[in-house]
Every structure is written in structure tokens, then in C-alpha cells.
């Protein structure tokens, strides 16, 4: 790894680094994108639970109650594909301002009106600005970050979307002591905290420099990365080295015959790249983490756990779980691999369902509650195999694997693919509950077997490499570019070096 073995004008403790510090306060700030997708994505279960909110929507018949249930996600599936298009013709910074900005608003119109269609209309456009704004926060993170820090980061990513989601469940329990209709307006308000922090980072991470190549601004791009990777440095060895590779592949991608969505049908590497994406997409909704969302409750009524207090309070408990297994899943994937760990976390993940499935089907058909009592730790532990690998590569790994033209749209792709899944996923779980109970975890057992296939076949490690270097594992090249002498720098690095020398 060239972060590794080349010299670098960086303090080892990024604490002590001056420029570290602040790129890495602003990737700190980019982060709140995904509490923001998690506080959206659940808050509506917390109103739910509301007297104040079920009044509100009391007029309403079962349709137009699941529409307003179903606005976030509705907005988030329009928005990916345009935002992909915001991220690469505007910019990574501009396409989050935009996304957190549509959420700030989205959230004062929820607390202003009182019309239903009004807050429908709400609603959809918070989901349109998390669908922008999660097109493009990851990638500028991706991009940005120091080399050696990135694939932290990137796992770190979709690893707290569960700050959001504790933040909801609080926020909504919060509620239940609050008299007339702010106890569901202040989870509404709450929404723009994390979209705010979002907009605080923006004044201090830079546009991506990849971005700034890819638009003919290569001046900016190197002073950029010398800025935050060498502390204004320019000729320092890995600047040079991440500039020449970033140069060099882009460069090789604008010569490419087809252009945007085509792109991925030029090549078998690129058709490669669009299976995973696609994946990805079905693997995060379909590998059993909605169905166990949705047993808990019934599990917990069924042993005795009546009261909603009880209910919710494990509820949290299971958020804060599946927080601390994401953020370690996110540590473990930068030191063991994203292939392995996603194996691994396959495998107990189908060893965990297996026992959940015994143990439901002997307390549904033999009435033993020792059994049902199980089934409650074997979810618990099942969500921490999911958490491991599935929450923090599900956003980390097309970061990883896309070529920088393909970037915002295959991660557009894999966001809209999960959007539907879920969306069918929700829509499904509770018939086919009613329909045949714990047999239908079988699905889901099944669904696992089809993934560990896949990802042992179609899913190349990344670790280790740089975003360039990874492009190559597509190509099926047998050297990596950082094999590669640091003295063989590209003719257009060269330019820009000597152009440098003189101005100074």
C-alpha cells in the first residue's frame, strides 16, 4: 500500500496533524448524512406510537395512512438517480447542500401545516433530499479522505446510520410525555439536526479532487491534496503518487468510447461492477434483517412482554446493539478484508436464523415457551453478524469498486435497487407472516445460501488498495499500479510540477 511505503509529509496521529485535523473534522461532519437517512427512515415508527399524530391522521382511511408511512421512501427512490447526476456535473459539495438543505425545509413544512397532503408532500421531499444527499456524502468522503484513513471512513459510513435511528426512538419516546401536538412536532424539528451538521461540514471539507480532475481543474485537485494529504507539500511522494494515479485514471476513463449509463455495458468488468451494485441492492433488505425488525414485537408479545414501554426500551437496546457491532464491523473490515468478513458474517448469520427458525416453529407448535424465550437472543445475535459486514460495506464497497465516472451512479444503482427491495420487502413480510408464521424464515435461510454463492464468487477483496489500484483487479491486470517507481510520473504531472517550480 503506497500510504505505507512512500514518504508523507503527516503526523502518524492524525490528532497532531493540522491538516488531518480539519479534513477529517469535515469527513466527521459528511458522516451525519447517514444518521440523517437513519433518523428518516425511522421516525415515522416513533409518531406511530403517538396519541397526538394518530388524531392527526384519524381522517384517514388505511391507503393514505400507508402513503404517509411509505413518503420517505417514496422520495429517496426519485431521487437517487438524479442526485447521481447532481454529484458529477456539480459537485460532490454542491449535491449535498442541495440534499441536506431539501431536508431543513422539509422539516419546518411538517411543523407548519396541519393539511395532510401538505405533510405528505413533506415528507417526500425530506426523502428526496436524504436520496440526494446520500448519493453524493459517501462519495466526497471516499474521495477526500487520506489513504490511509479511507477505507475507515467509508466503512464508518452507513455504520451510523443507527445514531439516527436511536436518536428517533428517543426523540419519539420523549413524545409520549409531551401534552398537545408537539409531542410529534419536536421528532419533525429534530429531523434538520443532523442535514445542519451536514452544512457545518461543508465549510471545512474540500470539494473531491478526483472531481476537480475530472473537470479539467487539476491545479485545484493537487492543491488540494497537498493541503490535506502533505500539509501544502506538492512534492511530496505519496501526493505525487495518489496525483499521478488519479491523473492517469481518470484520463484513461474520459478516453472511453460510451459514455454515462452505457458505460457499464462497454466492458465485462464494468457489467461485473453493475452485478455487484445490484447485489448489494437485494442483499440488504433480503438477507433476513426486515423479517427480524418485524418478529420482534410478536416474539416479545408472545413470552409476556406486553407493555409499549418494555417493547420500546428493547427496541433501543437493540439499535445501541447493532451501533457497536456496525462501528466494529467497520474497524475489523479495514484489518481482515471485505471479502472474508462478509463470508464470515454470512455463515452466522444463517447458523443464528437456522436455531431462530427451530426454536419459533417448537414454541408455535408445541407450545414451549422456553423455546420462544430463545429466539429473542439468537435475533439479537443474528443482527450483530449483519451489523459486522452488511451495514458498514453496503455503501463502502461500490465506493470502492466504481471507476470515478461510474461512481455516483452505481452507487445510485445499489441505493435504488435496496429502496425497491425494501419496499416489497415491507410490503410482503407481514402477508406471508400471516399466511405461514415461522416458515417463512426458510425464505430467508434460502436467500442467504444464493449470497454466500455470490459474494464467494463475484466479490474481490479490496483491501489494502487504493481506489485506482482496485480498478484493476476488474481489468484482470496482473500488476497493480503501485508497483509502479514513483519517479515515472505521468507527462501531465510533470507539466503541472514544472509549472509549479516557476510560478514560485
Known amino acids: 500500500m503506497a500510504s505505507k511505503v512512500l514518504q508523507n509529509n503527516t503526523n502518524s496521529n492524525w490528532l497532531k496533524d493540522p491538516g488531518l485535523r480539519r479534513l477529517n473534522l469535515g469527513i466527521g461532519f459528511m458522516l451525519s448524512a447517514s444518521a440523517t437517512a437513519g433518523y428518516c427512515a ?81 415528507r417526500v421531499l425530506a426523502g428526496m433530499g436524504v436520496g440526494v444527499s446520500q448519493t453524493a456524502a459517501p462519495l466526497l468522503i471516499t474521495e477526500s479522505s487520506h489513504p490511509r484513513q479511507r477505507q475507515a471512513f467509508t466503512g464508518l459510513y452507513n455504520a451510523l446510520w443507527f445514531i439516527g435511528s436511536i436518536t428517533s426512538a428517543s426523540i419519539g419516546c420523549a413524545g409520549l410525555s409531551i401534552v398537545g401536538t408537539w409531542s410529534w412536532k419536536l421528532p419533525c424539528l429534530t429531523q434538520a439536526f443532523y442535514p445542519a451538521l451536514q452544512l457545518v461540514g461543508l465549510f471545512f471539507v474540500p470539494e473531491s479532487p478526483r472531481w476537480l480532475v475530472s473537470q479539467g481543474r487539476k491545479e485545484e485537485g493537487m492543491a488540494i491534496l497537498a493541503k490535506y494529504h502533505s500539509n501544502g507539500d506538492e512534492n511530496d511522494e505519496l501526493v505525487q503518487d495518489e496525483f499521478y494515479h488519479i491523473c492517469q485514471s481518470i484520463d484513461a476513463e474520459s478516453g472511453s468510447k460510451s459514455k454515462g449509463w452505457a458505460t457499464f455495458w462497454e466492458s465485462s468488468s464494468n457489467l461485473h461492477r453493475l452485478a455487484i451494485c445490484v447485489m448489494l441492492g437485494f442483499m440488504q433488505e433480503w438477507s433476513g434483517n426486515g423479517v427480524v425488525s418485524y418478529y420482534l414485537a410478536p416474539i416479545l408479545t408472545s413470552v409476556g412482554i406486553y407493555r409499549a414501554a418494555y417493547q420500546g426500551a428493547i427496541n433501543i437496546s437493540l439499535q445501541v446493539w447493532n451501533l457497536m457491532f456496525a462501528v466494529c464491523g467497520a474497524m475489523a473490515a479495514d484489518r481482515f478484508g471485505r471479502r472474508r468478513l462478509w463470508l464470515i458474517a454470512t455463515t452466522l448469520m444463517f447458523v443464528y436464523l437456522a436455531v431462530a427458525t427451530a426454536m419459533s416453529g417448537l414454541f408455535t407448535e408445541l407450545k414451549i415457551l422456553e423455546a420462544g424465550i430463545a429466539v429473542v437472543p439468537m435475533l439479537f445475535l443474528f443482527c450483530a453478524a449483519f451489523d459486522m459486514a452488511y451495514m458498514p460495506l453496503f455503501i463502502a464497497y461500490p465506493a470502492e469498486i466504481l471507476p470515478f465516472q461510474l461512481r455516483a451512479k452505481g452507487l445510485a ?32 435461510l434460502a436467500c442467504l445460501v444464493i449470497f454466500f454463492a455470490t459474494i464467494y464468487f463475484l466479490f474481490p477483496e479490496t483491501k489494502g488498495l487504493s481506489l485506482e489500484q482496485v480498478g484493476r483487479i476488474f481489468e484482470k491486470e496482473k500488476t497493480y499500479q503501485a508497483d509502479t517507481p514513483t519517479s515515472e510520473i505521468s507527462q501531465e504531472l510533470l507539466v503541472y510540477t514544472k509549472k509549479s517550480s516557476t510560478s514560485s
Open 42 to 122: 425511522s421516525m415515522i415508527n416513533g409518531l406511530l406510537v403517538l396519541p397526538e399524530f394518530n388524531s392527526f391522521l384519524s381522517d384517514l382511511d388505511t391507503n393514505l395512512k400507508g402513503l404517509i408511512i411509505a413518503a420517505v421512501s417514496l422520495g429517496s427512490f426519485l431521487a437517487f438517480i438524479p442526485g447521481s447526476y447532481i454529484a458529477d456535473n456539480l459537485g460532490r459539495r454542491i449535491c449535498v447542500l442541495i440534499g441536506s438543505s431539501l431536508v431543513i425545509v422539509a422539516s419546518i413544512v411538517q411543523i407548519a401545516t396541519s393539511n395532510h397532503w401538505v405533510f405528505f408532500s413533506a
Open 413 to 444: 444503482v445499489t441505493l435504488t435497487t435496496d429502496s425497491m427491495a425494501c419496499f416489497f420487502n415491507q410490503y410482503v413480510n407481514p402477508v406471508a407472516f400471516a399466511a405461514i408464521q415461522w416458515r417463512y424464515f426458510v425464505v430467508y
